[in-house]
């Protein structure tokens, strides 16, 4: 066991009595590390905050915006909403080490997760159900006075840019060309339909490595570090897309499942899942379409299907408000 868990280890038994059987990384995330624990109490998840990535000592209001979000999630854990209970000393979910590191420690959640989109119907169904039911309760949760993000062509087009830029100067072609067809999508869209969505607190990580399943359903939604105010009808896009989208093809039979789950706790007015399409394009398609992911992943594995969840809104694009009418 290497120092780090070491010392958490002997963390847990000083703060909640507990005796740590075992420590097992989990092989998922970017720099966080993460441990399956098995106490003599039953299994925990913990997760260690690693400082070259969350800056937690250097920046206090990022840790205060995650000690807020594990909070609200121990609520919805509370709520009766699938997803792992936060466990805290003296009321911080975020707890630190005597020698500064911070982690937090959650409920272990018993299941698997599926590669995008192969979810079943009645998977999909119950996401829908787990989301709509998150949505609702998080309406009563107090939000700051504005959203963290909101559409905005200025604001895309200055990044656009900087992206171009940088495909330039590799010159990537193959890039500028991604970045050829996004500017197209974005100068089409008509930045108004944006004006009737609610904002409101959402998850923002909702695909598929973020979903713990049983072979019926959903065990828990997990990774909530993300979560901030916004737009939570994006949670519904980024959804579908992750466990609906396969081989190029939106499943009709599993997307329409998750809708039908969703509307039984949310509301969804005509043109919904169209605007949600459409947000979740103008914020992801900057994150995707670079020459850095594409170097990086080599158009395979996680960054990779990101990239092809942009492109398939892409080549649907005319289609797509007809497309998505139905589900």
């Not at 394009?281 to 960054?303: C, D, F, M, N, Q």
Request: aromatic share 10%; proline share 5%; with cysteine.
């Amino acid at each position: 066991m290497d120092k780090q868990a070491a010392e958490i280890r002997g963390h847990l038994n000083q703060l909640f009595g507990l005796t740590v059987i075992d420590m097992v990384p989990i092989d998922k995330g970017w720099l966080n590390v993460k441990w399956r624990t098995d106490t003599d109490r039953g299994p925990l998840f913990v997760k260690y905050y690693h400082p070259d990535r969350y800056k937690l000592h250097s920046r206090p209001e990022r840790k205060n915006s995650i000690e807020q979000t594990l909070r609200i999630q121990n609520g919805l854990n509370t709520a009766g909403i699938p997803c792992p209970k936060v466990h805290s000393y003296k009321g911080q979910h975020i707890l630190e080490t005597p020698s500064g590191s911070y982690y937090t420690v959650l409920d272990w959640v018993d299941g698997h997760t599926a590669q995008a989109g192969c979810l079943t119907r009645s998977q999909m169904y119950e996401l829908g159900l787990a989301t709509g039911r998150m949505h609702q309760w998080l309406r009563s949760v107090p939000m700051p006075d504005q959203p963290a993000w909101k559409p905005d062509q200025n604001a895309y087009w200055q990044e656009w840019k900087v992206n171009q830029a940088k495909a330039q100067e590799a010159g990537d072609e193959v890039v500028l060309e991604w970045l050829r067809r996004s500017q197209e999508i974005v100068r089409s869209m008509d930045i108004q339909m944006f004006a009737a969505a609610p904002t409101g607190w959402l998850h923002w990580d909702l695909w598929v490595d973020n979903i713990v399943l049983h072979d019926q359903g959903v065990a828990g939604i997990v990774d909530f570090d993300r979560m901030t105010v916004a737009y939570p009808e994006i949670d519904v896009a980024r959804a579908i897309l992750s466990g609906s989208l396969k081989d190029g093809q939106l499943v009709q039979e599993t997307a329409s499942a998750f809708m039908e789950g969703y509307r039984v706790y949310s509301v969804t007015p005509d043109g919904l899942l169209y605007r949600a399409m459409s947000m979740l394009y103008l914020i992801e398609s900057l994150w995707w379409l670079r020459t850095e992911v594409r170097a990086k992943s080599e158009l395979r594995g996680l960054l990779g299907r990101f990239v092809e969840e942009m492109h398939w809104i892409e080549n649907h694009w005319t289609s797509l408000p007809d497309r998505l009418a139905c589900l």
